[in-house]
């Protein structure tokens, strides 16, 4: 299979995995896991780890686990199986097949009148919506991304015929 060069995916043979778009996200989950622990030992050393100011450490725990979900996030195009997954760092992993697809999709996330993300939807034949990838910082950045997809999404299509 010849090589090919792509902004946001890699090539491992037949297959192109979707690089990390999340490092804001990264940084974000981490600032949150310090906060929580920060205000945990606060607890423990007060002897009062759900006391009145204490239970705080669980909301920067929920908010760490959904900023680490947003970087774990990742997308592979399997050219040689005909098929397209998500998964979270390799776990949780939801596969569909390239002809099943329909369409692909746009959301846009708004919070207090500022964009907060955009998400890449496949919808299927049969009406099933699946984000592929969620909270793309730059909505400027989701054209490329998608364009890339398409281009993927042929080179199977060119693959399947092929073979």
């Known amino acids: 299979m010849e090589e090919h060069n792509y902004k946001y995916f890699t090539q491992d043979g037949s297959r192109y995995t979707s690089k990390r778009i999340g490092y804001f996200a990264l940084c974000l989950a981490l600032f949150w896991l310090f906060m929580a622990i920060g205000i945990l ?11 009145e100011k204490n239970w705080y450490w669980i909301f920067g725990l929920i908010v760490f686990c959904v900023q680490i979900r947003i970087f774990a996030q990742q997308m592979t195009i399997d050219c040689a199986a005909g098929t397209m997954s998500k998964s979270y760092f390799g ?10 697809i ?5 959301l846009k996330h708004l919070a207090i009148a500022l964009h907060n993300g955009t998400d890449i ?3 299927t034949k049969d009406h099933k919506s699946i984000k592929m990838l969620e909270r793309i910082g730059r909505t400027k950045n989701v054209e490329p991304i998608l364009k890339e997809i398409q ?3 042929q080179l199977t299509q060119l ?5």
């Open 151 to 153: 281009e993927l999404i």
């Open 121 to 123: 939807i496949v919808v």
């Open 102 to 106: 329909q369409k692909f999709e746009t």
């Open 41 to 51: 030992i606060v607890g423990i050393k007060d002897g009062n780890i759900f006391g």
């Open 159 to 163: 693959n399947v015929q092929r073979g």
């Open 91 to 100: 776990l949780f992993k939801k596969e569909i097949r390239i002809e099943e």
